[in-house]
């Protein structure tokens, strides 16, 4: 039996993003249902499947996976074939420490520069935090391509956690027009190629909803 994954909005959920496009990249078969978010449905269905009451959530037969990051470790430890974490010890630590990074951290980008498939909005929400937060993004995007880049044209060579981890921001400094460094600038424009993104950003450009809560700049 195929997985079932449930998510938000595809023009706003970037914790729904995460999750979706390791599988649809990594060929693993699933189910998708999409609920807009404070809809009925959402509010009636999520909490039957997710404790937080958030998305995503990966159904497993029954099993139930909340939170991106747990979707991923599950997935990988499903699917051992996908390696999904860097083999060598040094770059699995890396990779796992820039994952927990983005899953703690960089408020001042979330904040001001909501994932918005959809928008085009140059030069919005360049606060000092959100200037920060861009700029440690960059220092980590530029050191793991100047460490693997003989690798492969992902974070660490191959696709692996960490790139799905760090997609809804090359969505958000494309809506934004964040200037990057040659190096990162590569990286994101490859990220952007990817079959499976494309087919979500033009999910996203297609949905219905306008929802006034995430258009901070409307």
Not at 58 to 77: H, K, N, P, T
Not at 107 to 119: A, I, K, V, Y
Request: net charge negative.
């Amino acid at each position: 039996m195929a997985y079932q994954l449930i998510i938000g909005n595809k023009n706003y959920s970037s914790w729904s993003l995460r999750a979706w496009l390791l599988l649809r990249h990594c060929g693993v078969e699933f189910e998708e249902q999409r609920l807009a978010f404070f809809s009925p449905e959402f509010k009636s269905i999520v909490p039957s499947y997710s404790p937080s009451g958030k998305v995503p959530v990966l159904v497993d037969g029954d099993i139930r996976v909340w939170d991106s990051m747990s979707i991923s470790e599950y997935i990988a430890e499903k699917h051992p074939e996908l390696t999904l974490w860097p083999q060598d010890i040094a770059a699995r630590a890396m990779a796992r420490s820039i994952c927990a990074e983005m899953h703690a951290g960089f408020m001042g980008l979330r904040n001001n520069m909501p994932l918005n498939c959809r928008g085009d909005l140059p030069g919005k929400g360049r606060t000092q935090d959100t200037k920060h937060d861009i700029a440690r993004i960059i220092a980590i995007w530029e050191d793991c391509r100047k460490r693997y880049a003989d690798a492969g044209p992902f974070l660490f060579g191959h696709f692996t956690i960490a790139d799905a981890t760090y997609t809804p921001v090359v969505l958000r400094f494309r809506t934004y027009e964040v200037e990057l460094p040659a190096q990162s600038q590569a990286y994101a424009d490859h990220i952007q190629a990817l079959p499976a993104m494309q087919e979500w950003v033009a999910a996203a450009r297609s949905e219905p909803e306008t929802i006034l809560q995430f258009e901070p700049y409307a």
